[in-house]
Structure formats: structure tokens, C-alpha cells
């Protein structure tokens, strides 16, 4: 019987337990994968602590990975059996083997291993839909990116900043501000000794930014809409750090008609077309070489548990990679 992570109940990292589950048998549009390789998400933080309601328990965790598709259900017109194959967003992947939707797999080119497609999935269709089609950045653009050396951080300040944007990067720390250097920072803001605001103030002129790219939540939604210009936009994409409290609106008006989104993966990548033109773009990216894919700690899948303690101390840098 094939290993798997599964959690009884919400809790704490000692609740992802490392069991064997019985084989998954795909039904009607899915397959059957092998995986190679397995992506953690801090959603999969989110969905153990029941921040995020998961569907039902037992709960397989896990939105991210890669490996070769071994069966087919009925009516799979999208993959053959022994494609390579990589996929982001459908809860399931922390196990060796794993059924889903055919429609939610892409395939992948050679230019893309097989540990490099389950460290990007997620954290790179995350960078492409908010730079290209929910901020819509622009050559020229003065941006500020908060975690920027963490995963979705990585590959987004690279894009940016091959695309001509002048990206302000937030670190927890010292020993992270090289590393957002390294991922095109501009200039680097260290969040546990400096002030935010005044510092991209200092940086801008007085001006302030285009958009802001909020994942911290709580810690830093105050600060980052201080941070922008007139009409910039703030887009609030996850809380790393809590839950932000309710925003009275008018609010917006003062600080300069802004505009605030809180977008998730699931709705610009929603149809088949949108999946695979935005994995398309992210393995183009990759594979030029102009986005490179930092896997900062690789853990055995058994160690799920370590892996999100250390997720959840902000120990980690780039992407984080489980190994079943
Ligand atoms: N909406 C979407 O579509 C979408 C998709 C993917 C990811 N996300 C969100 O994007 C964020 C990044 O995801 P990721 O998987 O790539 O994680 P990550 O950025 O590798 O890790 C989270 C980072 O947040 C920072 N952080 C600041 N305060 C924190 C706190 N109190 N506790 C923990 N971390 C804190 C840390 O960086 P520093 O120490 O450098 O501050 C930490 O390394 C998450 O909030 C996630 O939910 C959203």
C-alpha cells in the first residue's frame, strides 16, 4: 500500500501523521499519478490549522507536484500513461501516489525537472496571474513585494524584474536581504529593524509605489496601503501572519483613491485554456532562464512536520520541496 500524509483533525504539525492508505483508483476524467516530487504551500499551513476549512477528514494535504501519470480513469483525453505531468491547487499531494482531475495536469517540457515543476506549480502561476493580469504591471513601475525572499517571493521579484519593474523587497532579517538582492530586488527592507513606510517613502521620492504585494496579512496590510500612490493598487494575497480586520472603505478615498484586491490562484486559472496558458508562460520563463527556481530545503515526505514548523518559524527561503 502506498504511504501517504494524513490529518484526523486540525492542529498543530503533529498532526500530520505519515500513514499507508489504500491504492487510489481513478474514476471518470481522472488519473492515477506517481508522484516524484511534492511542493509545501503555507496554504497547506492554513488547511492543518483550519484557518482554511478542509473538505473533509481524514485530509490528504498538499496543492502541488509532479511525477508520471500510471492510469487513466474513463474518459481521459488530456494525458496518456507515462507522461510527465505537473499540476498546482487540488488538495491530495502530500503522498506517493494520488488520483486527480486529467484537466488540472500539464505536461511538462524537458527544460523542467521534475523537483524544479513541484517548486514552482503554485508559487509561479501565483507570480504570473498577479503580475500579468491582476496588478498588470508595467515596465517602469516601482512595485514593493513583501516576503521576498520566501516562495511566491522568489519567483515574483525575478519576473518583475525582468520585465523592467524597479522592485522594494520586504525580509524578515538580515541573513534574507541578500537573497531578495539575488531574487531583482532594487532595494531590500528588512521588516524587524526598519519602518516600511517611511523607507519606500525614502525610496520613491515621497511618492510611493504602483502596487503593493501583501501575503504577510496582519503585520503589514496597515503599512502597505500607506505605501502606495495615488491610485496604486494594494493586492492582498495571503496572511502569513494572521488575519487582516475588516477595512472601513473610506479609508481608500483618504489615502488616495486606491484600489485593494484579494485574489486567489483558483479563480485566474480556473478554466483549462487559463491553466495551461499560464503554466506555459511559467515553464517559458524558467526554461530562459530568467526566472530561476531557488529549492532552498528539501525534506522526505515522512518529515511533513518539520517541514511546516519550519515554514511556519519563516526559516525557509525560496521553495520547499517534500520527497515521497
Ligand atoms: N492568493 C493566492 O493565490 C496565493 C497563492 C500562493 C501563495 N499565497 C500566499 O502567499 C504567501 C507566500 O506563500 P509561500 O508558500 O511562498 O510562503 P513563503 O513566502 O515561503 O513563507 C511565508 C513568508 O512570510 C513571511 N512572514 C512574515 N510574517 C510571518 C509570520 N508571522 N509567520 C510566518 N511567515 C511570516 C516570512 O518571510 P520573512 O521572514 O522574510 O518576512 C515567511 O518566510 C502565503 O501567505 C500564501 O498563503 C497566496
Request: net charge neutral; glycine share 12%.
Amino acid at each position: 500500500m502506498p504511504n501517504a500524509i494524513v490529518l484526523h483533525e486540525v492542529g498543530g504539525p503533529e498532526k500530520l501523521q505519515f500513514e499507508s492508505i489504500p491504492e487510489p483508483v481513478p474514476g471518470p476524467g481522472q488519473v492515477r499519478i506517481r508522484q516524484t516530487a511534492i511542493g509545501l504551500n503555507f496554504i497547506d499551513v492554513y488547511l492543518r490549522t483550519g484557518l482554511y476549512k478542509a473538505p473533509a477528514f481524514p485530509f490528504i494535504p498538499g496543492q502541488e507536484g509532479a511525477g508520471v501519470v500510471e492510469a487513466l480513469g474513463p474518459g481521459v483525453a488530456e494525458v496518456a500513461v507515462g507522461d510527465r505531468v505537473a499540476y498546482a491547487g487540488v488538495n491530495g499531494a502530500y503522498a506517493e501516489v494520488r488520483v486527480l482531475p486529467a484537466d488540472r495536469l500539464v505536461h511538462l517540457p524537458d527544460g523542467v525537472d521534475d523537483r524544479t515543476a513541484a517548486a514552482m506549480m503554485l508559487k509561479g502561476m501565483t507570480a504570473e496571474y498577479l503580475l500579468f493580469r491582476c496588478a498588470r504591471v508595467q515596465a517602469g513601475d516601482t512595485i514593493l513585494f513583501h516576503a521576498a525572499a520566501g516562495g511566491v517571493g522568489s519567483i515574483a521579484c525575478q519576473w518583475a524584474r525582468a520585465l523592467g519593474v524597479r522592485v522594494l523587497g520586504t525580509v524578515g532579517g538580515p541573513a534574507k536581504v541578500r537573497r531578495a538582492k539575488d531574487n531583482g530586488c532594487a532595494e531590500v527592507i528588512d521588516t524587524k529593524s526598519e519602518d516600511i513606510v517611511a523607507r519606500v517613502k525614502a525610496l520613491t521620492g515621497g511618492a510611493g509605489v504602483a502596487a503593493v504585494f501583501d501575503s504577510v496579512g496582519k503585520d503589514t496590510f496597515a503599512a502597505s496601503l500607506d505605501c502606495l500612490r495615488p491610485r496604486g493598487m494594494l493586492v492582498l494575497f495571503g496572511q502569513s501572519s494572521g488575519v487582516v480586520p475588516p477595512l472601513d472603505l473610506s479609508q481608500l478615498a483618504a489615502k488616495g483613491s486606491l484600489f485593494v484586491t484579494r485574489p486567489t490562484m483558483g479563480h485566474y486559472v480556473a478554466t483549462r485554456p487559463e491553466l495551461v496558458a499560464s503554466a506555459g508562460r511559467l515553464c517559458e520563463v524558467v526554461s530562459s532562464g530568467a526566472v530561476r527556481i531557488e529549492i532552498g530545503r528539501i525534506y522526505p515526505l515522512r518529515d511533513a512536520a518539520q517541514a511546516h514548523r519550519d515554514l511556519e518559524a519563516r526559516q525557509t527561503t525560496g521553495s520547499t520541496v517534500l520527497l515521497p
